[in-house]
């Protein structure tokens, strides 16, 4: 007897297994869980072009400007924190919903800031908000791939993602020309609405009843206890936040660099930092390529090298003089590129031995990024928004991401011969 037609996608309660899954509902299932990602990247880049204009209008200095981008992420990392749990308690749609809700409010509520101030804490619930959507699609991805089929998940969200530092650096240049800095807020909030309508009608629930895990203090002590002994997860876990810790140097200082340093315009400035988005969205395509023949770690491994070389060419074009503006982005934007081989792969390698608590697993891994960022945000306003500097600090951050993947490979086994990440889809 003719078995029964599939249920469609958007009536199911929870997904098929991924090998039922047909072409189209992995396409729109990878569609929709970037829709999600793209929403952090988004928060911070579109706000860029607005940094200087913000510490001209509210008479303050680079550095509490850039702490308004610290405050960001330290809401992202509290968002994650406690989303990350709660997605693998409830399943993973509600806590996405409420989560990116939260940014939709919270930028509306900046429209109206009267100061650096109040707008320094509403950007920390507006990172809480944008961080339930990367922290949910991240643990949707484990839930459904393992190994180098979650590798090249990862890199087919960087390429849909990509499209939003492409875009939104350039949209919040051509909002300042028209309404000022409170307009790119304005764009936000539409944004996120958008997400939570689409989310709402589209994405299915991945987690079923049976796997998720109570959220009960004891449990998740018991669980943080067991991702803390795991030195495969700690080395990746370092390397991945001290890379972020790199791009954030970049994110945080390119804006007075361009705009003060090089005399670049908002707009100008927006289709430049756009520009540079471009070798990413490129490299982490090639990354699932590279995974046919070469493992994980290998991989990871390239990238590094990668971006150590870029590096060492920046910090010498900078401080020779050689090449002027050209000498300090076209390598930072090779660096950038690189880490599109670093990022998904150390994801996979973290996340490979933590399946039934991906959550919490891809929410120490995205707070750990969040914090680290944090951390490195005001960090050129204290020493310098100068291209030397931004290229030695960038610089610092490769050598210790790729002294912690060191540390990885000896203590854990995963060989540039070999090691984790040979394993295929589920």
């Given amino acids: ?254 804006s007075f660099i361009l705009q003060d340093g090089y005399g670049l315009g908002a707009g100008e400035f927006g289709y430049l930092f756009s520009a540079g988005t471009i070798g990413m969205i490129v490299m982490s395509q090639v990354n699932p390529v590279l995974l046919r023949w070469l493992s994980t770690g290998q991989v990871l491994i390239l990238g590094l090298g990668g971006v150590m070389a870029c590096g060492v060419v920046m910090t010498a074009l900078t401080a020779s003089g050689i090449g002027g503006m050209w000498g300090l982005l076209i390598p930072v934007w090779g660096a950038l590129a690189c880490q599109q081989l670093i990022i998904p792969n150390s994801q996979t390698i973290a996340l490979s031995h933590h399946g039934e608590r991906s959550g919490t697993a891809a929410a120490f891994l995205t707070a750990s990024m969040s914090l680290a960022g944090a951390l490195a945000a005001p960090l050129l306003g204290f020493v310098g928004s100068t291209a030397v500097a931004l290229s030695v600090v960038m610089l610092t951050f490769y050598v210790l991401s790729a002294t912690a993947t060191a540390t990885l490979i000896r203590r854990s086994g995963i060989r540039a011969s070999g090691g984790i990440g040979t394993d295929t889809a589920t």
């Fill in 1 to 254: 007897m003719a078995s029964p037609p599939a249920t469609p996608l958007r009536h199911r309660r929870t997904l098929p297994p991924v090998h039922e899954l047909t072409r189209w509902q992995l396409i729109r299932i990878t569609v929709l869980l970037g829709i999600m990602t793209g929403l952090g990247p988004a928060t911070v880049d579109m706000y860029l072009p607005a940094l200087p204009q913000l510490a001209d209008e509210f008479l303050t200095s680079t550095a509490s400007v850039q702490a308004t981008l610290t405050g960001s992420l330290l809401g992202m990392a509290a968002g994650q924190l406690v989303i990350g749990p709660l997605s693998d308690s409830v399943g993973r749609r509600r806590p996405m919903m409420l989560g990116v809700s939260v940014h939709v409010l919270s930028s509306l509520a900046m429209i109206a800031a009267p100061s650096i101030s109040v707008l320094m804490a509403l950007r920390v619930l507006q990172g809480f908000g944008a961080a339930a959507g990367a922290i949910t699609a991240m643990a949707i991805v484990r839930d459904l791939f393992t190994g180098r089929g979650a590798s090249t998940m990862f890199s087919r969200l960087m390429l849909v993602t990509g499209i939003a530092p492409v875009l939104a650096p350039a949209v919040g240049g051509f909002m300042m020309s028209f309404t000022g800095w409170r307009g790119i807020f304005l764009v936000l909030a539409a944004t996120s609405l958008v997400v939570v309508i689409v989310c709402a009608v589209a994405l299915p629930e991945t987690l079923p009843a049976h796997a998720r895990i109570p959220a009960r203090p004891r449990a998740m002590a018991r669980t943080l206890g067991t991702l803390l002994r795991d030195r495969i997860f700690i080395g990746a876990l370092l390397t991945q936040a001290l890379m972020f810790s790199a791009s954030f140097s970049y994110v945080s200082g390119m």
